[in-house]
């Protein structure tokens, strides 16, 4: 039996990670979940699924989850102290699947197990890619990405050399705003952010997705993993959703990876690995699909792809400075402290006052510089009037 935990189980990408272990129930033996505020759900699934041990982040649940789960034998753990106490249990393959950058300390303590990591938490790597994965080589873990492009681009490189990579395409849904006029777009109010034509998601990746964030963030993960030469990584908008990736090799072939837009594939790849097993998800039908269409990603409309570009080639501590006002840039957004075109704007400004300051010179050698440097980025992201 293969001993699993799931960081992130109550959100979307960790229900459908337990919709997979579900259907191939006798294969696995849950260790650990956790989850914050969803207290309900954690609990419910902590019992159907027999787990050792579950954890809500939010310390002022604690006790909630503890009556919820009184009489059963899942031990109870709360706060930062319970996720790291998750983290460390050992496990063969652990998803890292909290949002955001709180997504980070947990995926960096499982990356020192040993174990099989399933990288969603996409941050991890925006943040402190070279970190993790130097964290990771030492301690012989293999990290597996779960975001679709990512999972796309690994399986379209199997047996490949790296070597003669000449270019990987991500491509974006464009979120829902993708055929809207930048007029109308000044005025998008977070409503209208947080739906998505295609996939469904988290809030936040939502949002992201109509601004091209998560584009954005997905570029610099694409460097990260793959440690590739940022001039070879490009996004194109591809409003189907079919194709996730494409992999550009020295003889000018070109790899498409295509699936339906659904991330139990990517998870259950991942949870698969090396094999490939049955995974419960539509299979494509060509003929009724007709086309696929592609358009150039406008990096005027969209800057976050812009400063994403900037990000990739200082990296350092700037991956973290941009994750973090990103983040706070959102939730000022869904404040309607800010418009939906003043994020980009507002990411951008905390990054040049950061790079003024000689915050960003700070080596991002250790979980501290990243944590303190992302604490920074988040004040001044919050301070600056537009
Ligand atoms: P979600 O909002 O649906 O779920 C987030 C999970 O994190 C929940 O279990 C929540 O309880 C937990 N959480 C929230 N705040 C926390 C905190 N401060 N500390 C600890 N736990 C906390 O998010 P999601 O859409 O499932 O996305 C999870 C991650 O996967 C993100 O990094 C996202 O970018 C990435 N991802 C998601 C998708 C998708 O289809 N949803 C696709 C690709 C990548
Ligand atoms: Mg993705």
Redesign the pocket.
Same mark, same amino acid.
């Given at each position: 039996m293969k001993r699993i935990s799931i960081?992130?189980?109550?959100?979307?990408?960790?229900? /459908?990670t337990l919709d997979l272990v579900r259907s191939r129930r006798d294969e696995y033996q849950v260790v650990c979940l *956790?989850?914050?505020? /969803?207290i309900a759900?954690?609990a419910a699934d902590a019992v159907e699924f027999d787990a050792e041990l579950a954890v *809500?982040?939010?310390f002022a649940s604690y006790e909630d989850l503890k009556n919820a789960l009184s009489g059963t034998s899942v031990k109870v753990a709360a706060g930062e102290a319970g996720?790291d106490e998750a983290a460390q249990m050992p496990a063969d393959w652990v998803m890292?699947?909290?949002?955001?950058a709180?997504?980070l300390r947990?995926g960096l303590i499982a990356a020192k197990q040993g174990t099989t990591l399933a990288l969603?938490?996409?941050?991890?790597l925006v943040c402190a890619g070279q970190l993790l994965l130097a964290t990771a080589q030492e301690a012989g873990t293999k990290i597996l990405p779960?975001?679709?492009e990512h999972s796309a681009v690994f399986q379209a490189l199997i047996g490949e050399d790296i070597s003669a990579v000449e270019r990987i395409i991500i491509t974006a849904s464009g979120g829902a705003f993708r055929d809207w006029p930048m007029e109308k777009l000044i005025k998008a109010t977070p409503e209208q952010a947080a739906t998505h034509p295609n996939?469904?998601?988290?809030?936040?990746?939502?949002i992201?997705s109509a601004s091209l964030f998560?584009k954005a963030?997905e570029l610099i993960e694409t460097r990260e993993y793959f440690q590739i030469d940022p001039d070879l990584i490009e996004a194109v908008i591809h409003p189907e959703s079919m194709i996730h990736a494409l992999v550009g090799f020295s003889d000018g072939a070109l790899m498409a990876h295509l699936g339906p837009a659904d991330?139990r594939h990517?998870i259950g790849f991942s949870l698969n690995y090396p094999d490939r097993n049955h995974v419960p998800v539509e299979r494509l039908d060509l003929v009724a699909l007709g086309n696929l269409s592609f358009r150039k990603a406008c990096e005027i409309r969209h800057p976050a792809l812009r400063l994403a570009r900037e990000v990739m080639a200082k990296r350092g501590l700037w991956g973290a400075a941009f994750n973090a006002a990103k983040e706070k840039a959102q939730e000022r957004f869904l404040k309607r402290e800010i418009g939906f075109m003043d994020m980009p704007s507002l990411v951008e400004m905390t990054l040049n006052n950061l790079d003024q300051t000689g915050a960003l010179n700070a080596m991002p050698d250790s979980l501290d510089a990243v944590l303190t440097l992302d604490q920074i980025a988040r004040d001044v992201a919050g301070s600056l009037e537009l």
């Open positions: 960081f992130g189980a109550t959100g979307s990408i960790g229900q /459908n *956790t989850g914050s505020a /969803n759900q954690l *809500t982040a939010d996720l890292s699947a909290i949002v955001g709180a997504g947990p969603a938490n996409k941050e991890s779960v975001d679709s996939w469904s998601m988290g809030q936040k990746i939502t992201d998560n963030l991330m990517a």
